[in-house]
């Protein structure tokens, strides 16, 4: 089972950067695929970003440029690198993990979820 624990939300102005972590408990982070999500109000859960176990990287046309995905597996840490972010960026971002390692964009074939952290993003 892995628990994940996400951190560095806050408020930002337009054009501003910030960087989301994930932290993950359990010895086996390594062989996880790590995924993105957001979700805004009203709206449905997005896709953002996956990372393979093996480092391959996916990342949603819609913050392409702008977001990059990594992982540091001595410190069971998955990172979210965002810059030039927009107000329409404004949404509670989430970390995913999926237990085949692979790059996943279905939100429901991640069985582990961090409770979320908040990103707002003013204009």
Do not use: H
Request: glycine letters at 14%; charged letters at 15%.
């Amino acid at each position: 089972q892995v628990q994940l624990v996400e951190s560095g939300g806050g408020l930002v102005q337009a054009g501003g950067s910030l960087r989301l972590s994930c932290a993950a408990s359990g010895r086996t982070f390594s062989g996880y695929g790590m995924g993105w999500f957001r979700q805004a109000p009203g709206k449905e859960r997005e896709f953002i970003g996956a990372i393979s176990w093996s480092g391959r990287t996916l990342t949603a046309n819609s913050v392409k440029g702008r977001f990059s995905i990594s992982r540091d597996n001595a410190k069971n840490t998955l990172y979210l690198q965002m810059n030039r972010l927009e107000p329409e960026d404004t949404a509670v971002y989430y970390c995913a993990a999926d237990q085949n390692g692979g790059l996943t964009v279905l939100s429901s074939l991640y069985e582990y979820w961090g409770q979320g952290t908040q990103v707002t993003v003013s204009s």
